[in-house]
């Protein structure tokens, strides 16, 4: 005996878990995991010709980021707001009326020179795959070992094993972290070794200056940041104790005298 096949059920505003709310049937979901992107994630676009500099002039990003994107379409996410919005080339959902607007993330693009440095928005739907620092330590031994032998490289192991004793998630960001996430060899023999330690929760000002007198007997200079739940704090500023420190937030730097529990100072 057969039975029949369950009916489908159909996305209408009846049958809505949650009425009136907007939704999107299109979208990069399943490449952020349902996640807001936030500061130093690398992200993989399926579409870099929708980057734009404004998102509501919708100016194209300057020329030389074509030839750059068509080989090596990554961008990191910079440290400012998401916004919602469309540029004007950009035609609104027509499967569903009610959906949400485009989201665009604010991005940065370096070149192959120094002066080359490029500021704009990915629309979210562009978005392929994304890398948080945290995933790119474990890709160190894809790169090859000729590349293992520059210095900023060469100390992530040893780095590791340091900031592992202090509970801290962490990963490589700056120039170490965009050559482990695309492999394209952009880390320099004079490249600092930037690492980003994620600490929602209070860290002591002990931990942070014995964490810092350790990272620099390092054979490489070495910059990390603690990442609070409001923005970022340089780990070498911290661990002065001074009274003021700069917060380096997604609407600008603001000077507090706790990051973790932020108030003008």
Request: net charge positive; glycine share 6%.
């Amino acid at each position: 005996m057969t039975t029949a096949a369950p009916r489908r059920r159909h996305r209408d505003s009846e049958q809505d878990e949650h009425p009136g709310r907007p939704r999107r049937v299109v979208g990069p979901v399943p490449a952020m995991d349902g996640r807001a992107p936030t500061a130093h994630d690398l992200l993989l676009l399926h579409c870099p010709s929708s980057l734009r500099q404004t998102v509501s002039g919708g100016e194209p990003m300057p020329n030389w980021t074509r030839s750059v994107l068509r080989g090596n379409p990554w961008v990191t996410v910079r440290r400012a707001p998401v916004l919602a919005g469309f540029a004007p080339d950009r035609v609104r959902c027509t499967r569903d009326a009610s959906a949400a607007p485009e989201s665009w993330v604010p991005v940065s693009l370096r070149g192959p020179r120094l002066e080359q440095r490029a500021t704009g928005y990915a629309p979210r739907s562009a978005v392929a795959v994304s890398l948080k620092p945290e995933q790119l330590p474990d890709r160190l031994e894809q790169l090859s070992p000729d590349r293992l032998l520059i210095p900023a490289l060469a100390a992530l192991p040893a780095a590791a094993e340091v900031v592992e004793g202090y509970n801290l998630s962490w990963g490589p960001i700056g120039a170490v972290g965009c050559e482990l996430a695309t492999g394209v060899p952009v880390t320099a023999p004079e490249s600092p070794l930037r690492l980003l330690l994620r600490s929602p929760l209070p860290f002591s000002r002990r931990d942070a200056l014995l964490l810092r007198r350790k990272l620099r007997k390092l054979p490489v200079w070495v910059e990390a940041d603690l990442e609070t739940r409001h923005g970022a704090v340089s780990l070498a500023e911290y661990s002065t104790s001074p009274q003021v420190l700069t917060l380096h937030t997604p609407e600008g730097p603001r000077l507090v005298g706790d990051p973790w529990f932020p108030r003008a100072a």
